[in-house]
């Protein structure tokens, strides 16, 4: 019989410093989260679903297929994270930094990624369908086989996304 994980919904956490710990496997649905601190943590298959994240410091991060789904991550750091497989679809992400994240096979389905930074992340494979990116830095990510069908982007970035070997660009 396996244990049931007791979820910590609507919890508030606000201005601490919880580097390098390990919450992996924890539910934290809906929960309110601000300007804390997870440096070099492990926080593997977390669900944050709906949770407002703004202004989390989550550099060097395992976030190994962990759910942000409708989550509010405006003005976080995922600068260097392992954020393979990772769920974002519907979140808010802006002006979030992704600088260098390992972003493979990440979805961000119909996520508002404004002005969002993913300058040398690997998006390879990550779904992007629908996303609106105006403002979001592409430069030097990894975008080959990414899916963009109907992203909101620029001119200028659709040109960096398709030299890059992004998919379905219209």
């Not at 977390?46 to 297929?65: A, I, P, S």
């Not at 979805?107 to 690997?122: M, Q, R």
Request: glycine share 8%; hydrophobic share 40%.
């Amino acid at each position: 019989m396996s244990k049931k994980r007791t979820p910590l919904r609507k919890m508030r956490i606000r201005n601490m410093e919880l580097r390098d710990s390990n919450i992996d496997g924890i539910c934290m649905v809906w929960c309110f989260v601000d300007n804390v601190d997870l440096t070099g943590s492990s926080i593997r298959k977390v669900d944050f679903d709906g949770g407002h994240l703004k202004r989390l410091n989550m550099t060097g991060c395992d976030l190994y297929h962990s759910n942000f789904h409708k989550a509010d991550l405006a003005h976080s750091i995922l600068d260097g994270a392992n954020a393979v497989q990772c769920h974002f679809a519907h979140s808010f992400c802006q002006e979030v930094s992704f600088k260098g994240a390992n972003l493979q096979g990440a979805s961000f389905h119909k996520a508002n990624l404004e002005n969002a930074d993913f300058e040398g992340a690997d998006l390879t494979g990550a779904k992007l369908t629908d996303a609106w990116l105006h403002g979001a830095n592409f430069k030097g990510a990894i975008v080959t086989g990414a899916i963009f069908a109907d992203a909101h982007i620029t001119k200028d970035q659709r040109e960096i996304l398709i030299a890059g070997g992004a998919k379905d660009l219209a």
